[in-house]
C-alpha cells in the first residue's frame, strides 16, 4: 500500500498550489480519502474529505478557497488550493481508510511565504 503526496513548495500570499495523492495497493474507489496538514508546533488538522461517491467536506478554515476531488481512473485524489494565506503552511498529509483500514501518506510540504 502507498500513499504519495506531490505538488507542495513555496508559494506567496494568496498564491495557488494543487496537491496530489496517488495510491496503489488497494481498492481506492471505496476508500474515503482525506487531506490533514500539521503545521510547524501544532497537532493535526482535518482539512477536507471527500466519500467514495464524490461528497465533500472543508473545514471552516479553507471553505470557499480548497476544493478536493479524485479521479478514480487514476486512484489519485487533489487538494485545489487557492487564495492561501501564511496560515496555511504546514505539512499535508493524504489519508485513505474504510471500516477496517487506514492509511497515510508521507506528506508535502506547503510553506506560504513572502
Known amino acids: 500500500v502507498q500513499l504519495v503526496e506531490s505538488g507542495g513548495g513555496l508559494v506567496q500570499p494568496g498564491g495557488s498550489l494543487r496537491l496530489s495523492c496517488a495510491a496503489s495497493?488497494?481498492?481506492?474507489?471505496?476508500?474515503?480519502m482525506s487531506w490533514v496538514r500539521q503545521a510547524p508546533g501544532k497537532g493535526l488538522e482535518w482539512v477536507s474529505d471527500?466519500?467514495?461517491?464524490?461528497?465533500?467536506r472543508y473545514a471552516d478554515s479553507v471553505k470557499g478557497r480548497f476544493t478536493i476531488s479524485r479521479d478514480n481512473a487514476k486512484n489519485t485524489v487533489y487538494l485545489q488550493m487557492n487564495s492561501l494565506k501564511p496560515e496555511d503552511t504546514a505539512v499535508y498529509y493524504c489519508?485513505?481508510?474504510?471500516?477496517?483500514?487506514?492509511?497515510w501518506g508521507q506528506g508535502t510540504q506547503v510553506t506560504v511565504s513572502l
Open positions: 495497493g488497494f481498492t481506492f474507489s471505496s476508500y474515503y
Open positions: 471527500i466519500s467514495s461517491g464524490g461528497g465533500s
Open positions: 489519508n485513505a481508510q474504510n471500516f477496517q483500514r487506514n492509511y
